[in-house]
Structure formats: C-alpha cells, structure tokens
C-alpha cells in the first residue's frame, strides 16, 4: 500500500522550506565581505541548514503515515476513509462516473479467537485484508474500519460492479483453508463474511455544500447494510444512495 503523495512528502516539503529560510536568514546576518571571503564556509551552512529541515520534515511525515495506518494489517485506518469520499464524490461530480462504498465483516470472528486464540485472529485479518488489496486497483482505498470491519471505496464503479466485487470477495473468502491457516488437523467452522454496498445512485450533485454531509451517508449506509447482511450470515446486501434528495 503507498502513502498518499500529500502524506509523504508534504512534511519534507515543508521542511526544506524551512530549512532554506533559515539559511537565508542566517546568511543576511552576515556582511558582504564575509560571504565572499568564506563561501564555502556560506554554501555548508545553508546545506546543513536545508538538510536538518529535511530531516525533520521526514520524521513529520513518518508520524503522520503512522497516524493513518493500521499496525496489524498495514492498510489505512478510518480516519483517511471519509475524506477520500468527500474527494471521490467531488472529483466524479463533473464527469458523471460512479463511486461505490463496500462494508466487510467476518462473521463469527470472536468464536475464532476463542477457538485458536487471538493471534490466530490476527492471522484471519491480514489474510482478509491481502484479499482485498489483492482484488482492488490502485485508485480504490480499503481500510480497516475497526475489530473484524473493513471498508473499501470503490471509484467509478456501478451497483453492479460493486456487488460483483463483494461477492467475488465472498467467494475468495470461502476458499481459504481455516485448518492450515490455523494450524490444527481440521476445523468445521467456514471462513465467511457479510458485505454491505452502497452506490452513489446519481453522479450528479446539485448542491457541493453538501459533499460532507453525502459522504457520511454514504458511509452510514454501507454500514447498515452490512449488518442487514449479518443478520442473514454470508450474504450481500445492497442499496443506492440519490444525493439530491
């Protein structure tokens, strides 16, 4: 999974910015006949100066990435998730593309862990999660919305699409060898999930005061099909969303 440009580079950026400010600064401090008797002495300076803003810049970077990652899974956290919708839905607005939203969960996942224990658990959700990155395009974002929910944002993607990929999903899901992946000789409990999906009915959005508030229903109604899905065990549940209404 790749950073965002804006996540990784935004705080080198910055500091090279500032580094070469306050090597300018330092360098009017200085007298004409200084800087051109020790230019070398001018030239380190403002080096050293761009390379420690560099520097900080970096570590300003790696604390921001870590603040939007899942540790387990390496796949973003929620906090990237809305705002890629807000982005998504004003970025197909004037085109008129689709955008889907697709809501995961493993069901049964805390008779697993007490079954095989929690790292058994943990190995169920990094299997998860390589599925979705595996089946999903670089423009697409999944997360790890929380515990045992996964979200993933699909762009110009129609209901149908949509719901193929969250039963092409299923049916991966399905396939895995709990047992090997366990570890133990047999295991008579199936590896499955539920998915809730929801499509932007309508690429067209009248008001773009809007685009906060249609991302969050958009996400609340992914979520509630999912667990109209759950409900039912192993099965996709599906809906449309108008923004104009």
């Given at each position: ?77 929620r ?53 979705l ?25 129609t ?24 570890q ?25 005061r ?36």
């Open positions: 999974m790749d950073m965002p440009r804006k996540v990784k580079f935004l705080g080198r950026l910055v500091g090279l910015v500032l580094g070469a400010a306050v090597g300018l600064l330092w360098m009017s401090s200085l007298t004409v006949y200084e800087v051109a008797v020790r230019p070398p002495d001018f030239a380190v300076g403002l080096v050293v100066t761009m390379a420690a803003g560099f520097a900080v810049g970096s570590f300003i970077d790696h604390l921001r990435w870590l603040s939007v990652t899942d540790p387990l899974t390496g796949l973003f956290n906090r990237i998730f809305l705002p890629s919708v807000e982005r998504a839905i004003v970025a197909q607005n004037p085109v008129g593309s689709q955008l889907a939203l697709v809501f995961f969960d493993i069901d049964s996942f805390k008779e697993f862990n007490d079954l095989y224990g929690h790292l058994f658990g943990d190995k169920l959700l990094c299997a998860f999660a390589k599925i990155t595996d089946n999903t395009r670089s423009a697409d974002v999944v997360v790890r919305w929380g515990g045992e929910e996964f979200a993933v944002l699909l762009k110009a993607t209901d149908e699409g949509a719901q193929a990929f969250a039963e092409r999903i299923r049916e991966t899901v399905a396939a895995i060898d709990v047992a090997k992946l366990a133990v000789p047999v295991c008579h409990r199936p590896f499955t999930v539920s998915a809730g999906v929801v499509t932007l009915e309508s690429p067209g959005l009248a008001d773009l809007r685009v906060r508030d249609l991302a969050r229903e958009l996400t609340g109604a992914a979520d509630a099909a999912m667990y109209r899905a759950k409900t039912r065990g192993n099965s996709v549940m599906a809906s449309t969303l108008d923004p104009n209404q």
